[in-house]
């Protein structure tokens, strides 16, 4: 009897116990975190590869490649200086936890000049990535926890990268920078005779009218 009244107070204390209504404690969420590429507008890019060290001392090669998000409208302005517009990060990093650097190789096609090299991903980045899915978004807590971190890398002239992270209400957090190199290779690490890419009408336009904004990443 006395064992039943304390199981019937226990089961009332917790029954009072406040819900979180942020908890992601029940939400889904993926064993992987996303990464994405985004080029300043007409300053166009091709990412060969990419590759991460994890937390662990884990590098892994070949994360994410191909074109990067970009705004190229022309609307007689300099809107290729500064960053306007980031965009998303749709390739799943799998195998890895948190980046504690990442790789990039590049071709910037405007310039005709390939770059490379590491950057590194700080701890406050780290802990920005780890709340994304930590809790739901306190202005819309009816909807369930983001279920992947996520980060966007921005490739400049010059060797620019700029990283992006998403916070839990997904807004965009302007965090880590760097410079990197040039690839010594050239383009395709010396494959195909250097060929780059044709350079658009529109960045054609603007640089003519413009130039590159070095400087303004």
Not at 191 to 198: A, E, I, L, R, T
Request: hydrophobic share 40%.
């Amino acid at each position: 009897m006395k064992m039943l009244i304390v199981l019937l107070a226990l089961v009332s204390i917790s029954a009072c116990q406040p819900v979180d209504p942020l908890s992601a404690k029940n939400d889904y969420r993926t064993s992987w975190w996303y990464i994405g590429f985004t080029e300043p507008a007409h300053m166009t890019v091709w990412v060969e590869t990419s590759a991460v060290e994890d937390i662990k001392g884990r590098i892994i090669y070949d994360i994410a490649a191909g074109v990067a998000g970009s705004s190229d409208h022309e609307n007689g302005t300099e809107n290729a200086r500064g960053w306007v517009g980031i965009g998303g990060a749709g390739m799943p990093v799998t195998g890895a936890d948190l980046p504690k650097r990442l790789f990039v190789r590049w071709q910037s096609i405007v310039e005709r000049k390939t770059y490379a090299g590491w950057i590194d991903i700080s701890e406050s980045t780290r802990d920005i990535m780890r709340n994304s899915t930590a809790q739901r978004c306190h202005e819309t807590p009816e909807f369930t926890a983001n279920p992947s971190a996520a980060l966007n890398l921005g490739l400049a002239p010059g060797g620019i990268i700029q990283v992006w992270v998403w916070d839990d209400c997904f807004r965009a957090h302007k965090v880590d920078r760097g410079q990197v190199g040039i690839e010594p290779l050239g383009p395709d690490q010396g494959k195909y005779n250097g060929f780059y890419g044709k350079i658009k009408d529109s960045s054609k336009r603007y640089i003519e009218h413009f130039g590159i904004p070095y400087g303004s990443w």
